[in-house]
């Protein structure tokens, strides 16, 4: 078994023909809680898009293992189906579809994805135990519960649409989570909670790379690994310190060390 959730090797991607992804190098270990910074453009959600497999971001070079699995070779829902789930930088809203339903048929299809037998459809048990598992999240979110009967991410707030998607998150219990800036336009206190939310998963089984600009979360979630990336690559890879120097002194200076301005 490999000891890594997720090991990117030597990635390569295109934008239209543009390479934005110019050989990222970068493993996270079962259970550990990784963290990308870097400024704006350096590819940070290229390199979210391409591991959930976005057909816009063409994959040149390198590879991608999933808990040791080659990911490049599957299609994005079988992706889903390995445990990968991808937190928006900008989540897309689904008029017509209700929260609560999208993510029952999303909870099915990921739940049947690794060969166990249909799962119980109709079961009425399993669909309140569900939903009580949703509502739960949702107030531990400070969202109230009707958000479950709205459609999805419909009229909601920014601050809402980021909250909304930790708790799919909750729901789909991924072993892989990619969140791009989960806490970009929070206000203060759901900054706590997301925070608090996304440290309370912390489990031998669940695995994180999060995409952010702030260390306010980092402080709650005590990550294993700060990364930082600039123009399409990993510069640097250090402790959490790292993460409150960049906020103390700005990237400048860490680009200069690593002739990457
Ligand atoms: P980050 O998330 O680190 O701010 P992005 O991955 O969004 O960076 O962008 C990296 C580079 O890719 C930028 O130069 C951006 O302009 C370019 N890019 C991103 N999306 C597209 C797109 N859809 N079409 C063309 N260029 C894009
Ligand atoms: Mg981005």
Redesign the pocket.
């Known amino acids: 078994m490999s000891p890594f959730a997720l090991e990117i090797k030597d990635l390569h991607a295109s934008?239209?023909g543009?390479p934005?992804l110019k050989g990222i190098d970068l493993a996270v270990p079962r259970g550990e809680v990784h963290v990308i910074m870097?400024?704006?453009?350096?590819?940070?959600?290229?390199?979210a898009y391409t591991l959930m497999g976005h057909p816009?971001c063409a994959v040149t070079g390198g590879e991608v293992l999933l808990d040791g699995e080659d990911l490049l070779a599957l299609k994005v829902h079988e992706r889903a189906r390995k445990g990968l789930f991808l937190a928006y930088?900008y989540p897309v809203e689904v008029p017509g579809v209700s929260m609560a339903h999208f993510l029952w048929n999303a909870y099915q299809s990921v739940q049947n994805g690794d060969g166990s037998p249909e799962p119980q459809k109709k079961d009425p048990k399993a669909v309140v135990a569900f939903r009580k598992r949703l509502n739960a999240s949702l107030d531990s979110l400070n969202l109230g519960q009707e958000f479950s009967m709205r459609h999805l991410n419909v009229g909601a707030s920014g601050g809402e649409k980021k909250r909304l998607e930790v708790a799919q998150m909750h729901a789909l219990a991924p072993k892989v989570a990619i969140m791009?800036e989960i806490d970009s336009g929070l206000d203060i206190d759901s900054t706590r909670v997301v925070a608090e939310n996304i440290a309370a998963m912390k489990a031998p089984g669940f695995s994180a790379l999060i995409?952010t600009h702030y260390p306010r979360i980092l402080e709650y979630i005590k990550p294993d690994r700060v990364h930082v990336?600039a123009a399409g690559r990993v510069l640097c890879s250090r402790g959490m310190e790292l993460a409150r120097e960049l906020e103390a002194r700005g990237y400048d200076w860490i680009l200069k060390e690593y002739n990457a301005s």
Request: proline share 5%.
């Open positions: 934008i239209e543009r934005i870097g400024p704006n453009g350096s590819g940070k959600s290229t390199l816009r930088q791009d995409i990336m």
